[in-house]
T-cell receptor, first 107, second 115 residues
Framework: KQEVTQIPAALSVPEGENLVLNCSFT??????LQWFRQDPGKGLTSLLL?????REQTSGRLNASLDKSSGRSTLYIAASQPGDSATYLC??????FGAGTRLTVKP | DAGVIQSPRHEVTEMGQEVTLRCKPI?????LFWYRQTMMRGLELLIY????????DSGMPEDRFSAKMPNASFSTLKIQPSEPRDSAVYFC?????????????FGAGSRLTVL
């Protein structure tokens, strides 16, 4: 059974800072990894999907990477903004989620 | 498409009552997932269907929980009898396997409070 871990559980940064969120998974037989954003009281919105044949995906200020051999994925957010404040979750093989990282970007 | 539609958005009930949560997936999607989210346990996969057939229900916590998908456009999650510890937000998500990847689309969730 795939286990997904996200560290840190919470992160607070000043506006404009670049930051990295981490996601670790136990089963290297992964065929894709997906990053989501969840705003308080809302559902999840898909941000990026990385297939196992890819090493990274980019969308605007977001860049996600996947390293199957080490069991890790990272989500890089450039030039953070207060609107980026949310909980970020990763999911391995579409189904198993990490506990999320709660990000606060202070103006 | 209106996205994944869940009902009710909020449900408050008393312990012992039956609760039915409903989900309408995106038309054409062939996978449907039910999740439960709590502060303590995060987002847990309860069950998922492929082409209306339950594939993995190992996350269903107890026999009090049951899920059905009678057709491609409707699914239910039922709790009978409900208990206070079932209080959580229940999410439904659907996806289409395309180019080897499932991109999940979530509904807005059903917030359940069992008194």
């Amino acid at each position: 059974k795939q286990e997904v871990t996200q560290i840190p559980a919470a992160l607070s940064v000043p506006e404009g800072e670049n930051l990295v969120l981490n996601c670790s998974f136990t089963d290297s037989a992964i065929y894709n990894l997906q990053w989501f954003r969840q705003d308080p009281g809302k559902g999840l919105t898909s941000l990026l999907l990385i297939q196992s044949s890819q090493r990274e995906q980019t969308s605007g200020r977001l860049n996600a990477s996947l390293d199957k051999s080490s069991g890790r994925s990272t989500l890089y957010i450039a030039a953070s903004q207060p609107g980026d404040s949310a909980t970020y979750l990763c999911a391995a093989n579409d189904m198993r989620f990490g506990a999320g990282t709660r990000l606060t970007v202070k103006p | 498409d209106a996205g994944v539609i869940q009902s009710p958005r909020h449900e408050v009930t008393e312990m012992g009552q039956e609760v039915t949560l409903r989900c309408k997936p995106i038309s054409g999607h062939d996978y449907l997932f039910w999740y439960r989210q709590t502060m303590m346990r995060g987002l847990e996969l309860l069950i998922y269907f492929n082409n209306n057939v339950p594939i993995d229900d190992s996350g269903m916590p107890e026999d009090r929980f049951s899920a059905k998908m009678p057709n491609a456009s409707f699914s239910t999650l039922k709790i009978q009898p409900s208990e206070p510890r079932d209080s959580a937000v229940y999410f439904c998500a659907s996806s289409l396997l395309e180019l080897g990847a499932n991109v999940l689309t979530f509904g807005a969730g059903s917030r359940l409070t069992v008194l």
